[in-house]
C-alpha cells in the first residue's frame, strides 16, 4: 500500500467512526449549515459533534498548518480527504468566510501573532466573520469606496456605511476595506479587522426577493480600531482585498463539488417525471454543462494548490458558475410546474424552489458582476487592448 | 490523480507540440494535401515519422510492441493534431483500430499491429450505416459460411476507409437490427472480393468512404472477440474514439481561438485595435471560459478511462458534447471576429470552422452525446 493509500484508508476509517449518521443527509436549508460563532445555536446534538470531532483533529481547515488549527494535510491528502467526504455524502463540520476568505488571506499576509490567534478561532468555529467591502456608491467600482479611517496614533477613528455584508448582523466581527488616504485611490485603502460588538457599529437587514434576508448595510459612526488590528500594510489593503476576492469567487463558482452543480435531469425525473422531450433535451444540455463544470472545478482545485491555475482564474469559475446555477434553477422551476411557485406551502418547505430560484440572482452579482469577471478575464488572462 | 499532467506527459507534451507544430503545421499538410488533389487524405511520410517518434503505437501494449501508455498521452497528441488541423491518420488507426485490435487473437495483431507501429498501415472503422452515428443499430449481415463469415451491406462515413489495410467491420451475426447484442467485429483485409469503395472528400478536405459489401467472405480468424459479442469490444473502441475525437476537438478550439485573440490584438477598426471593444472582449472571455472546461472535462474522461473506471463512460459523452459545443462555438466566434477575411480561403480559421464539422459528426455529436449523458443517468 502507498503512502496516500495507507492515509485514505485511515481517513476513512475515521469518518466511518466518527461522522453522524444525519450529517450524511443531503443539505435541504441554510439552518443545516454550521456557520459557528459566539451566538451560533446548534440545529442538532449531531451537528454539535460532528464540528467538536473535526476540530480536535484539524479537520475543518484540513489543508491550514496544525499551528493554526489545520490537520497539515498536503494537495494529495487534501484531495482525498474532499473525495472521502463526497463518498459518504458527509456534510462540511463548518463554513465560514473565515475559513473561505479570510483565512486564506491571513496565510499569505497576516503576522505570525495574527496566524496563530485568529486562525484557531476560525478552525474551531467561534468567531463568525463578515466582509466589509461594497459601500453604496461603491459596487463593481469597488475602489472608490469612501468608508474613512482617521489616524490617531494608535488607533483609527472609522466612519462610512458599507452594504450588501453577508450576515453581519450574525456576525461576531469584519474585516472591513477602509480608505486610510484621501489622496490615493487604490493605495489608500487599508485592510481592518474588528468587532462588531465595538461601540459605533450597527446593522440593518436588507430584506431581498427572496423574502431573505441573508444581505445587511452596516454602518460605521465613530468606531475605534487598535492599529494592531491590521492585515498586510498601511494603505496596501487593495492587495489583501484582491487576494481575497479571488478566494471569494473561487467559493461562490461552487468548486469543490458542491452538490447544487450536480446534474440535475435524474432528481427531476424522480420527483415527478419530464413528460416532455423539450424539457429532456434541456436538462440533457444542462447536465452536459454541470458536469463538465464539476470536472473544471475538480481541475482548478488540483492547479490552484500547486500554483498551476492562472492567478485570474477563480473569475472565470465565478463567472461560469454562477451563470450555470442560474440556470439550474431556472430549469427546476420549469419542470417544477405550479408546485415550484408556492411560497409558504409545507410540501415546499415554505417555498424553498421558489426562494432558492431568486437567491442565485445574486449569484452573478455578488462578488463581483459576471461582466466584471468577464473584463477581467479580458484583461488579465487574455490580455486584450485597453481591457 | 490530479487533473494535470505528470512530468512525463508534460514531456510528452512538450515533444509532441514542437514536432507537429512544425511537420504538421497547415501550409505543408492540409493546404498542399488539398491544393495538390491529395486523394490519401494524409501524408505517408509524415505518418512514418509519428512512427520513428513512438505515437503510432501510443495505445499499443508493450507485449505488442507499443508504448503501452494511456488515453491521456494519446489526447496529448491528438490536441496538437487537431490545432494544426493535421490531416492524419492518427485517430483511425492508432486509437480507435488499435484499441479494438488490442482485444484481437495474437494471429490478428500480428497480422495488423507491426505494420501500424511502424507507420506503414492504416486503419478504418467501418461502423454507421446512414448519415447519423447510430451504433445501436448495425444491419450489415454477416452470415457463418464454411468456417468463415459472408458480410453483405453498405457502410458510411468510413474515414481513411480507401486507404486502410483492414476496415474494422461490425456485422450483425444475430438477432434484428436493433438488438444490443448479436454483433460481430471483423478485421476485413482491404483485398477482401466484393468490397466496393465510393471515396468522397468531405468539407474539411478529409476522405471518407461509402463501402458496400457485396457477399464479402472472410475467415473465422478475422473475428475480433467473441462472436455475437463484439459490443464488448465495439464499446471500448467507441470510448477510445470518442475521447479522442473529444481531444482533437479541444485542439481546433484553441487553435481557432488562439488565431482569433491574436487577430483582436492586431487589427483595427474607428482608430482603435478591435480588442479594445468591450462587446467582443466579453465574448471571447466568455469563449475562453467556455474552452477550459471542455478541456476539463477531457482530461477528467481520459483519466477515469485510463483507470478503468466506470464513471468513464458517462463522462466521456459529458467531454465529447461539451467540446463539440464550446469549438463549435470558438470557430463560429473566429470567424466572425475576422470580419469579411474570416469568410476567405486565404485565412486558416474558415478552416478550423470545416474541421470542427466534421470531427464533432464523427462518432456522435453533441446532440448524440447529451441525449447519451441522458440516458446514461436514467432518464
Redesign the interface.
Known amino acids: 500500500m502507498t503512502d496516500l493509500e495507507a492515509f485514505r484508508a485511515d481517513i476513512r476509517a475515521w469518518l466511518d467512526a466518527n461522522c453522524p449518521p444525519e450529517m450524511r443527509r443531503p443539505i435541504e436549508d441554510e439552518d443545516d449549515i454550521c456557520w459557528g460563532g459566539r451566538a451560533f445555536a446548534f440545529k442538532s446534538e449531531a451537528q454539535k459533534i460532528w464540528l467538536e470531532r473535526c476540530v480536535a483533529h484539524g479537520y475543518t481547515v484540513p489543508d491550514w498548518p496544525k499551528a493554526y488549527g489545520g490537520a497539515g494535510m498536503d494537495p494529495a491528502q487534501a484531495k482525498i480527504w474532499r473525495e472521502e467526504m463526497a463518498r459518504i455524502g458527509a456534510r462540511p463540520p463548518l463554513s465560514s468566510f473565515g475559513i473561505w476568505m479570510l483565512g486564506p488571506a491571513l496565510l499569505k499576509f497576516g503576522t505570525e501573532e495574527q496566524k496563530v490567534h485568529y486562525l484557531n478561532q476560525i478552525a474551531r468555529g467561534e468567531i463568525r466573520w463578515c466582509q466589509g467591502y461594497s459601500e453604496p456608491g461603491s459596487g463593481s467600482d469597488l475602489v472608490s469606496l469612501q468608508t474613512f479611517g482617521e489616524d490617531k496614533g494608535d488607533h483609527w477613528i472609522v466612519n462610512g456605511q458599507k452594504i450588501w455584508t453577508s450576515y453581519a448582523d450574525k456576525a461576531d466581527w469584519i474585516f472591513c476595506l477602509v480608505r486610510t488616504d484621501k489622496a490615493n485611490k487604490y493605495q489608500g485603502i487599508s485592510f481592518l479587522l474588528f468587532d462588531m460588538t465595538t461601540p459605533g457599529v450597527s446593522t440593518r437587514p436588507i430584506k431581498l426577493i427572496s423574502g431573505a434576508s441573508p444581505f445587511c448595510e452596516t454602518f460605521f459612526d465613530n468606531v475605534v480600531v487598535p492599529k494592531a488590528q491590521i492585515v498586510g500594510e498601511l494603505n496596501r489593503g487593495w492587495d489583501v482585498a484582491k487576494y481575497l476576492l479571488g478566494h471569494e469567487r473561487e467559493m461562490i463558482s461552487g468548486a469543490g463539488g458542491s452538490e447544487r452543480l450536480n446534474a440535475i435531469g435524474a432528481v427531476v425525473q424522480r420527483n415527478g417525471g419530464i413528460d416532455n422531450p423539450v424539457l429532456r433535451a434541456e436538462l440533457a444540455q444542462f447536465d452536459v454543462d454541470a458536469l463538465a463544470f464539476a470536472a473544471m472545478g475538480e481541475k482548478f482545485l488540483d492547479e490552484i494548490k500547486v500554483g498551476k491555475a492562472h492567478p485570474a482564474q477563480p473569475n472565470m469559475m465565478k463567472y461560469s458558475g454562477t451563470e450555470l446555477n442560474k440556470q439550474r434553477h431556472e430549469l427546476l422551476m420549469a419542470a417544477g410546474g405550479s408546485t415550484a411557485l408556492e411560497w409558504e406551502s409545507a410540501e415546499t418547505r415554505g417555498g424553498t424552489p421558489a426562494r432558492s430560484w431568486l437567491r442565485t440572482k445574486a449569484n452573478s452579482i455578488e462578488g463581483g458582476t459576471s461582466e466584471v469577471m468577464l473584463n477581467v478575464i479580458a484583461k488579465r488572462i487574455l490580455d486584450l487592448p485597453g481591457a | 490523480m490530479?487533473?494535470?499532467f505528470n512530468e512525463d506527459q508534460a514531456m510528452l507534451a512538450d515533444t509532441v507540440t514542437g514536432f507537429i507544430a512544425g511537420e504538421g503545421a497547415i501550409k505543408p499538410q492540409l493546404r498542399r494535401l488539398r491544393d495538390g488533389n491529395d486523394t490519401r487524405g494524409y501524408d505517408p511520410a509524415l505518418w512514418k515519422q509519428f512512427a520513428e517518434m513512438g505515437l503510432t503505437g501510443i495505445l499499443v501494449s508493450e507485449a505488442d510492441g507499443g508504448l503501452g501508455l494511456g488515453h491521456v498521452e494519446a489526447g496529448i497528441v491528438l490536441r496538437e493534431i487537431g490545432r494544426n488541423l493535421t490531416p492524419s491518420p492518427f485517430l483511425s488507426t492508432a486509437v480507435v483500430g488499435a484499441t479494438a485490435l488490442g482485444h484481437a487473437s495474437e494471429d490478428l495483431k500480428g497480422r495488423y499491429l507491426p505494420g501500424v507501429v511502424a507507420g506503414e498501415s492504416v486503419l478504418a472503422l467501418a461502423l454507421d450505416e446512414g448519415a447519423k452515428h447510430r451504433p445501436e443499430r448495425i444491419a450489415l449481415k454477416a452470415e457463418r459460411a464454411g468456417n468463415g463469415f459472408r458480410l453483405s451491406g453498405r457502410k458510411d462515413f468510413v474515414i481513411h476507409g480507401a486507404t486502410a489495410d483492414a476496415l474494422i467491420v461490425a456485422g450483425r451475426t444475430a438477432g434484428s437490427d436493433s438488438d444490443a447484442e448479436g454483433i460481430t467485429l471483423f478485421a476485413v483485409p482491404k483485398d477482401a472480393a466484393g468490397i466496393g469503395h465510393n471515396a468522397v472528400r468531405l468539407v474539411d478536405s478529409s476522405i471518407a468512404s461509402h463501402v458496400t459489401f457485396d457477399r464479402v467472405e472472410v475467415d473465422g480468424g478475422a473475428v475480433i472477440g467473441e462472436v455475437d459479442g463484439g459490443r464488448a469490444v465495439l464499446d471500448k473502441a467507441l470510448a477510445a474514439g470518442r475521447i479522442g475525437s473529444a481531444a482533437e476537438l479541444t485542439g481546433v478550439g484553441g487553435g481557432a481561438f488562439a488565431m482569433t485573440?491574436a487577430y483582436?490584438?492586431t487589427r483595427k477598426q474607428f482608430g482603435?485595435?478591435i480588442?479594445?471593444f468591450?462587446a467582443l472582449?466579453?465574448r471571447?472571455?466568455?469563449l475562453?471560459?467556455?474552452l477550459?472546461?471542455?478541456e476539463?472535462?477531457v482530461?477528467?474522461?481520459q483519466q477515469l478511462l485510463d483507470a478503468g473506471s466506470s464513471r468513464a463512460d458517462?463522462?466521456v459523452?459529458?467531454?465529447k458534447?461539451?467540446a463539440s459545443?464550446a469549438t463549435n462555438l470558438a470557430v463560429r466566434e473566429g470567424v466572425q471576429m475576422h470580419g469579411g477575411v474570416g469568410m476567405t480561403d486565404e485565412f486558416d480559421i474558415g478552416l478550423y470552422m470545416k474541421r470542427d464539422r466534421a470531427l464533432a459528426e464523427f462518432l456522435g455529436d453533441?446532440n448524440y452525446?447529451?441525449?447519451r449523458?441522458?440516458t446514461l443517468?436514467?432518464?
Open positions: 490530479p487533473l494535470y485573440t483582436l490584438k482603435k485595435l480588442g479594445e468591450q472582449q466579453h471571447a472571455a466568455h475562453y471560459s467556455e477550459e472546461i471542455a476539463a472535462a482530461i477528467k474522461a458517462l463522462m459523452s459529458v467531454a458534447a461539451k459545443r453533441a452525446h447529451a441525449d449523458v441522458a443517468s436514467g432518464y
